[in-house]
Nanobody, 116 residues
Framework: QVQLVESGGGLVQAGGSLRLSCAAS????????MGWYRQAPGKQRELVAT???????NYVDSVKGRFTISRDSAKNTVYLQMNSLKPEDTAVYYC??????????WGQGTQVTVSS
């Protein structure tokens, strides 16, 4: 199993920045990709960004050029640097990991609120 713990959420004004962290523990060796997702009130959870074990990244169009996903393998941690935040970025952000066994694990989520 993989355990994921997110941190770094909070309240920020539009145009500001936040950095989310996701620390992974447990069966780290089985992780093939990690991603950040978000869910706004009344909306479905959506994929924001992913990073594979090979370092390849992918972003949803709405955050391209503003968000950056990265990882520190020594710390088993994935980050989401969010710049130029907009009110529509307000959501609960979740970290997820896909493993070689086909299981997908989720963190507990962290709230990001962007005020206008």
């Amino acid at each position: 199993q993989v355990q994921l713990v997110e941190s770094g959420g909070g309240l920020v004004q539009a145009g500001g920045s936040l950095r989310l962290s996701c620390a992974a523990s447990g069966s780290i060796f089985s992780i093939r990709a990690m991603g950040w997702y978000r869910q706004a009130p009344g909306k479905q959870r959506e994929l924001v960004a992913t990073i594979t074990s090979g370092g390849n990244t992918n972003y949803v169009d709405s955050v391209k050029g503003r968000f950056t996903i990265s990882r520190d393998s020594a710390k088993n941690t994935v980050y989401l640097q969010m710049n130029s935040l907009k009110p529509e970025d307000t959501a609960v952000y979740y970290c997820g990991s896909g493993t070689s066994s086909g299981h997908y694990y989720w963190g507990q989520g962290t709230q990001v609120t962007v005020s206008s």
